[in-house]
């Protein structure tokens, strides 16, 4: 996670200056109506990495907290436990010996502050705003689900992302990331809830 997120940063810098080009009305529009609106979503994850030459996945397991005006809390709880926070100005990654380093700042990098939105964008379905960076493609499955094809707009972004496809209904239920070089990832979201619809002061402390 902390590696796709620092990849992730670097892209926003060089691609903060591409232009922005609107994904198809109807395509936004679908999403839209079938994804929910929540502050704070929580959930648990697992997560595979497929690695070009290796026969078995990356394997992780662990929970997550969605709030809309902070930011993501992904706290992976197997095979090492560890948590990565990403708020609107900084990317911190947290050990399980209680140790904390900060791995991008937006203090520092002003435009870092767009990896948050992406990192919304991407766990919420927001067609819109991906469609800054993506070119996006929409699907409409049965039983109001969805699945959304993005591909990379700028060429620098296509050095690092083949694609990117994210599924669901209410809530995006799989993420699938499909990097240059053919490794893939996927998460899938499970136990998923929007109450209760308020940080609790351990989440609001761990968002510090």
Do not use: C
Request: cysteine-free; proline content about 5%; aromatic content about 6%.
């Amino acid at each position: 996670m902390i590696r796709f997120l620092r990849t992730l940063g670097v892209l926003v810098l060089l691609a903060v200056a591409s232009p922005v080009l609107a994904a198809p009305a109807a395509s936004v529009d679908l999403v839209k109506q079938r994804v929910a609106k929540v502050n704070v979503l929580r959930g648990e994850f697992s997560q595979d990495k497929q690695v070009s030459g290796f026969k078995n996945p990356l394997r992780s397991q662990g929970r997550f907290v969605l709030a809309q005006d902070r930011g993501v809390i992904w706290t992976t709880l197997k095979p090492f436990p560890s948590e990565v926070v990403v708020t609107r100005d900084r990317i911190l990654s947290r050990q399980r010996d209680g140790s904390s380093r900060v791995e991008l700042d937006g203090r520092q990098q002003p435009a870092m502050r767009s990896v948050n939105a992406i990192m919304f964008a991407l766990m919420s379905g927001d067609a819109q705003a991906l469609s800054a960076q993506f070119t996006v493609k929409v699907d409409a499955l049965p039983d109001n689900g969805w699945r959304m094809h993005l591909t990379p707009r700028s060429p620098m972004l296509a050095k690092v992302f083949s694609a990117l496809e994210l599924s669901g209904d209410r809530y995006v239920r799989e993420v699938q990331i499909t990097e240059a070089n053919q490794d893939v990832t996927r998460i899938h979201f499970t136990a998923l809830g929007e109450t209760p619809a308020q940080l609790s002061a351990d989440e609001e402390r761990r968002f510090e």
